[in-house]
C-alpha cells in the first residue's frame, strides 16, 4: 500500500494546480487512493479494512499533502471516519460496510435537531464544511438529542446515508479548495436507534462497537484521532513546500538588494534552518503523542487524561510551528512567489485555511491544558 502511495504522489501532485482551480479532485485521484486502500486503513479487517497503526495512516497522509494540500486532508479527514464508524452499534457497521469501499464524510457540530419517535428518531439541520461530502455515501453528523419539549437533553453523533440528504456547493474558497467542504441539509430523515451514539460514550470509551472491535485502535480517544488527523495534513503541506522552497531558490539570483545568488544570503540561510526545525518539531511531536497513546492502548493500559491534554496542547502547537513555517518561507520566497498558481503561494493558502478549523485553535486547547495542570475538571469533546 505504500508503494502504491508514493506511486501515485507525482501524479497527485502534477494535478494540484488543477484540484485548486477547479475545486474538485480529480475521480482519477479518489479511484487511486481506492485501490490502494487509503480510505480504509482504519478501517476494522473484519470489514475488509486493513486495522493499520495510527501512526502508519498519518504517515500516508503526511505524504499525500506534501503534493497537494486537498488531497491530503480529504484522505485524512475521510481516512479517519471508518475508525469512528467502528465505534458504533454492529447493526450500524454493518449496513455502512455492506459495501466495503463506503466512503464516509462528517460535520460534527451538533446543529441538527433529533428527536425520539417510536421507532427511532427524526433528524432535521443544515450542516457547514462536511470536507469530502462530494465523495462519499454516508455523513456522520452532530445533533441536539431534543426531549417532547424541545429541551436538549445530550450530544449525539449520527450516521446517514447520502439517499438522506442533499449537498449544496458553497465551498469556494481562499485555500484547501478541492476539499468539497460542503454544506449539508436533512430534512427529516429517519434515523434507526443503532445509527446514533452518544459523545460522552466516546469520550469515556464505552461504545457499542467494542464488541466486534475489540483491538488497540479502537481504544484511542476520538479526540486524539481527529485533531491529529486535522494537524498532520498541515504539517505535510507546510514539509512539501520546503521541499518546493529549496528546489526553486537553490539557483535563483536576486533582483533586488544588490542581486547576488539566493543560496548565498545568509538572512536566507536563517531563514531555511528556522522553518525546517518547527516542520521538524511540529511532526515529531504529533508522531510521539499518538505513538504514546498506541502504546498505552496495545498494553491494555488506561489512557490518563494528561496524556491526553498533551496531545491536545501538543497538536494546536504543531500547526501553530507549521504556519509559521510556511510564514517564514513564503516571506522570503520574494515577489516571484506571488503569483497564483504558484506552489508556495498555493500551500501558503492551503495551510492557513486548514489552520482555521476549531480543532485549530491554539488558545483555547491551551487554555484546557492549563485546567488540567491546575488540577480544575477539564470538559470538551476534544480531548
Same mark, same amino acid.
Given at each position: 500500500?505504500?508503494?502504491?502511495?508514493?506511486?501515485?504522489?507525482?501524479?497527485?501532485?502534477?494535478?494540484?494546480?488543477?484540484?485548486?482551480?477547479?475545486?474538485?479532485?480529480?475521480?482519477?485521484?479518489?479511484?487511486?487512493?481506492?485501490?490502494?486502500?487509503?480510505?480504509?486503513?482504519?478501517?476494522?479487517?473484519?470489514?475488509?479494512?486493513?486495522?493499520?497503526?495510527?501512526?502508519?495512516?498519518?504517515?500516508?497522509?503526511?505524504?499525500?499533502?506534501?503534493?497537494?494540500?486537498?488531497?491530503?486532508?480529504?484522505?485524512?479527514?475521510?481516512?479517519?471516519?471508518?475508525?469512528?464508524?467502528?465505534?458504533?452499534?454492529?447493526?450500524?457497521?454493518?449496513?455502512?460496510?455492506?459495501?466495503?469501499?463506503?466512503?464516509?464524510?462528517?460535520?460534527?457540530?451538533?446543529?441538527?435537531?433529533?428527536?425520539?419517535?417510536?421507532?427511532?428518531?427524526?433528524?432535521?439541520?443544515?450542516?457547514?464544511?462536511?470536507?469530502?461530502?462530494?465523495?462519499?455515501?454516508?455523513?456522520?453528523?452532530?445533533?441536539?438529542?431534543?426531549?417532547?419539549?424541545?429541551?436538549?437533553?445530550?450530544?449525539?453523533?449520527?450516521?446517514?446515508?447520502?439517499?438522506?440528504?442533499?449537498?449544496?456547493?458553497?465551498?469556494?474558497?481562499?485555500?484547501?479548495?478541492?476539499?468539497?467542504?460542503?454544506?449539508?441539509?436533512?430534512?427529516?430523515?429517519?434515523?434507526?436507534?443503532?445509527?446514533?451514539?452518544?459523545?460522552? +460514550?466516546?469520550? &469515556? %470509551? $464505552?461504545?457499542? =462497537?467494542? !464488541?466486534?472491535?475489540?483491538? @488497540?485502535?479502537?481504544?484511542?480517544?476520538? #479526540?486524539?484521532?481527529?485533531?491529529?488527523?486535522?494537524?498532520?495534513?498541515?504539517?505535510?503541506?507546510?514539509?512539501?513546500?520546503?521541499?518546493?522552497?529549496?528546489?526553486?531558490?537553490? +539557483?535563483?539570483? &536576486? %533582483? $533586488?538588494?544588490? =542581486?547576488? !545568488?539566493?543560496?548565498?544570503? @545568509?538572512?536566507?540561510?536563517?531563514?531555511? #534552518?528556522?522553518?525546517?526545525?518547527?516542520?521538524?518539531?511540529?511532526?515529531?511531536?504529533?508522531?510521539?503523542?499518538?505513538?504514546?497513546?498506541?502504546?498505552?492502548?496495545?498494553?491494555?493500559?488506561?489512557?490518563?487524561?494528561?496524556?491526553?491534554?498533551?496531545?491536545?496542547?501538543?497538536?494546536?502547537?504543531?500547526?501553530?510551528?507549521?504556519?509559521?513555517?510556511?510564514?517564514?518561507?513564503?516571506?522570503?520566497?520574494?515577489?516571484?512567489?506571488?503569483?497564483?498558481?504558484?506552489?508556495?503561494?498555493?500551500?501558503?493558502?492551503?495551510?492557513?485555511?486548514?489552520?482555521?478549523?476549531?480543532?485549530?485553535?491554539?488558545?483555547?486547547?491551551?487554555?484546557?491544558?492549563?485546567?488540567?495542570?491546575?488540577?480544575?475538571?477539564?470538559?470538551?469533546?476534544?480531548?
Amino acid at each position: 500500500m505504500r508503494d502504491a502511495v508514493r506511486e501515485m504522489v507525482p501524479d497527485v501532485a502534477e494535478r494540484a494546480q488543477s484540484v485548486d482551480e477547479t475545486r474538485r479532485i480529480s475521480t482519477a485521484t479518489i479511484d487511486a487512493l481506492d485501490r490502494a486502500y487509503v480510505f480504509r486503513m482504519l478501517q476494522p479487517a473484519r470489514f475488509g479494512g486493513l486495522e493499520t497503526t495510527p501512526m502508519q495512516f498519518y504517515e500516508v497522509v503526511r505524504e499525500l499533502s506534501a503534493a497537494c494540500a486537498s488531497t491530503g486532508w480529504v484522505a485524512s479527514i475521510l481516512g479517519v471516519h471508518p475508525w469512528h464508524v467502528a465505534l458504533f452499534a454492529p447493526e450500524a457497521q454493518h449496513e455502512v460496510w455492506a459495501e466495503p469501499a463506503a466512503r464516509i464524510c462528517s460535520s460534527y457540530s451538533p446543529v441538527g435537531t433529533l428527536t425520539p419517535t417510536a421507532d427511532g428518531y427524526v433528524l432535521d439541520g443544515r450542516w457547514m464544511f462536511a470536507s469530502g461530502c462530494d465523495y462519499a455515501g454516508w455523513a456522520l453528523l452532530g445533533a441536539k438529542l431534543v426531549a417532547d419539549d424541545g429541551r436538549a437533553v445530550d450530544f449525539v453523533t449520527v450516521l446517514v446515508p447520502a439517499a438522506d440528504y442533499t449537498v449544496n456547493d458553497v465551498w469556494d474558497t481562499v485555500g484547501m479548495r478541492g476539499t468539497a467542504s460542503n454544506e449539508i441539509v436533512v430534512a427529516g430523515a429517519h434515523v434507526p436507534a443503532h445509527r446514533m451514539l452518544r459523545n460522552y +460514550d466516546v469520550a &469515556r %470509551l $464505552s461504545v457499542p =462497537g467494542h !464488541r466486534l472491535n475489540p483491538g @488497540p485502535l479502537y481504544r484511542i480517544p476520538f #479526540a486524539a484521532m481527529f485533531t491529529t488527523a486535522v494537524a498532520m495534513p498541515i504539517v505535510g503541506t507546510v514539509a512539501g513546500c520546503y521541499e518546493r522552497y529549496v528546489a526553486a531558490m537553490r +539557483d535563483r539570483t &536576486r %533582483l $533586488s538588494l544588490g =542581486g547576488g !545568488r539566493f543560496a548565498e544570503d @545568509p538572512f536566507a540561510q536563517v531563514a531555511l #534552518a528556522r522553518a525546517s526545525s518547527s516542520i521538524d518539531a511540529a511532526r515529531l511531536q504529533l508522531e510521539h503523542n499518538i505513538t504514546a497513546m498506541w502504546e498505552c492502548a496495545t498494553a491494555d493500559r488506561p489512557i490518563p487524561m494528561e496524556m491526553r491534554l498533551r496531545l491536545r496542547r501538543d497538536q494546536v502547537l504543531a500547526t501553530e510551528r507549521a504556519l509559521e513555517a510556511i510564514d517564514t518561507l513564503f516571506t522570503t520566497a520574494g515577489g516571484s512567489s506571488l503569483g497564483r498558481g504558484n506552489p508556495i503561494e498555493r500551500a501558503w493558502r492551503d495551510a492557513h485555511a486548514g489552520g482555521v478549523h476549531v480543532a485549530n485553535e491554539v488558545p483555547r486547547a491551551l487554555a484546557l491544558y492549563g485546567r488540567g495542570v491546575f488540577g480544575l475538571p477539564v470538559e470538551d469533546n476534544l480531548v
